[in-house]
């Protein structure tokens, strides 16, 4: 039982330690490219060793911060070319599955994107950055999951991890958030109204990040 517990209890510390790096990251404690010394972490949020090296490779997955070998881990420094490149390829794949989307879509589907969206929402009020991260990718995998192509699913994932993460590039600013947290819900109106043009101008514009996502004027006609 009491095994049972430390093990509990240290995945709780894991998480809280994750939680502040990457709480540090956001508000440019620690800028981009800075080197990340275990032993100045373990000061810092007064952790042990391994809580710094979990939360470390937990945000390395997360392509929040970059480990080097042989030299240690820094915050991820983004690359604005790359980031760029890595939008056109998940434009050019997202959207060309968009029809399949759409004819896929079943109202038990849509029901359950919209819970998605609303978790996302419901993480920006009340849960932490790491949760309200993966609420953002639950609900674009959910999305994808409707083209049928498990696949493709996989690659998107993988391809995201080119670059850095939404709260990183992204949702620096509230009213960032909020219009990404609209997205998803315009989506979701797109699926359910087999709007498969609609689908595709807001998958574009929330992936580029353009703010092109006001309703389009038929959208409005039927407001």
């Not at 790491?130 to 999305?143: D, I, M, Q, T």
Request: aromatic share 4%.
């Amino acid at each position: 039982m009491t095994e049972m517990h430390d093990v509990t209890e240290n995945a709780a510390n894991d998480r809280d330690v994750t939680d502040l790096v990457l709480e540090d990251i956001l508000t440019g404690v620690l800028p981009a490219g800075t080197w990340l010394k275990q032993i100045d972490l373990e000061k810092r949020y007064d952790c042990t060793r391994p809580e710094v090296r979990r939360a470390l490779d937990r945000l390395s997955q997360k392509r929040l911060v970059e480990h080097v070998p042989n030299r240690g881990y820094h915050v991820y420094q983004p690359d604005g070319r790359r980031a760029q490149e890595v939008s056109d390829i998940r434009v050019i794949l997202e959207t060309a599955v968009a029809d399949l989307m759409v004819e896929r879509a079943t109202p038990e589907s849509i029901t359950r994107l919209r819970q998605l969206a609303s978790h996302f929402d419901r993480m920006t009020m009340e849960g932490t950055v790491l949760e309200h991260y993966e609420a953002n990718l639950a609900f674009h995998r959910e999305l994808l999951l409707l083209s049928g192509n498990n696949e493709l699913v996989d690659l998107v994932s993988e391809i995201r991890q080119r670059t850095s993460s939404a709260p990183v590039s992204q949702w620096r600013t509230r009213a960032r958030v909020e219009r990404s947290a609209r997205e998803h819900h315009m989506m979701v109106d797109a699926l359910e109204a087999r709007d498969a043009a609609d689908l595709k101008r807001l998958i574009e514009a929330h992936i580029r990040q353009t703010g092109d996502a006001a309703p389009t004027e038929s959208a409005a006609r039927q407001a």
